[in-house]
């Protein structure tokens, strides 16, 4: 998994990831519980704009910080700085409901993930969006590890068994079926793999 650490300060913003294996996210799940989804189970159809998931629509970064908080009064200069630890952890995870998004990132599982880990789910539910439409994730950044996946996947643009658009992607397997749109948007595959 890749945790993210993000500094903004008022000469920038750095970010920074970090990898994070299995045993420290569960470890991290055992000490605090934050940022945790374990054992969550979906049979409901799921219909969004976009970022559509059966377990989870997004795993992204929308924090507000309080800059009044972090506000810092340095000589004649002023200083802004934070630091944010996020870690999305989504462990044994099943969904069989439909997922469709009408725009783009629909996932089985997660319709985006910015960042975070996925470990050991499974989706059986179809899934269908105009782009980045998968298996498990629609759009990745994170880590998708040991999932598995069958359904019908339907879309015109970054269209994928496991994820539409992925970053990390191990020991995942399954099969699906890949369904264009109709539409001449994206690369088209037909592939039958029940």
Sequence with gaps: MRALT???DAGGSDTIFADVSRDQAEQRLQEQGDGCLVNAANTGEVKGDSRAGGIVGSLANELDTDPAAH???QGDGSTLS???QLCLIVLDCRNSGTVTARKAEAGGIAGRMDFGYT???ENTGDVTGASQVGGVAGRSAG???SCWVRCVLTGSEEVGGVAGYGGEITTSSGGWKLQPTGQSHGHHRRNQLF
Aim: proline share 7%; glycine share 0%.
């Design 143 to 145: 880590v998708l590890e």
């Design 71 to 73: 506000w810092q009064q």
């Design 6 to 8: 993000d500094s903004p």
């Design 82 to 84: 934070a630091e944010v």
């Design 119 to 121: 470990a050991d789910c």
